[in-house]
């Protein structure tokens, strides 16, 4: 199984950046998807999730109307689409896959956002 995120980098405040996370190895649509964020220092926590089929979806507080979690199951990727960026938005973004029917999940490695000017 594999998890692999992609689209971090270096933005300003109040731009935008798309994260994905492709997956490999697992029945995708059996799995409960999630966006979790670390800053240094702090916790890990939890950004956004989404479920099977994207019919539902949650947010922390601090990104509700600013981020979108979106998945294609046809390609086995989940997207997070971060809109005005906000200087503590800075962490590094893992994607994790928690399958349905139990306590399995698996991580991604992660990906640095940065917003600074």
């Known amino acids: 199984v594999q998890l692999v995120e992609s689209g971090g980098g270096l933005v300003q405040p109040g731009g935008s950046l798309r994260l994905s996370c492709a997956t490999s190895g697992l029945t995708f649509s059996r799995y409960r998807m999630s966006w979790y964020r670390q800053a240094p220092g702090k916790e890990r926590e939890l950004v956004a999730v989404i479920n099977t089929v994207g019919g539902s979806t949650n947010y922390v507080d601090s990104v509700k109307g600013r981020f979108t979690i979106s998945r294609d199951n046809s390609k086995n990727t989940v997207y997070l689409q971060m809109n005005s960026l906000k200087p503590e938005d800075t962490s590094v973004y893992y994607c994790?896959?928690?399958?349905?029917?139990?306590?399995?999940?698996?991580w991604g490695q992660g990906t640095q956002v940065t917003v600074s000017s």
């Open positions: 994790k896959a928690a399958w349905i029917m139990g306590q399995l999940e698996y």
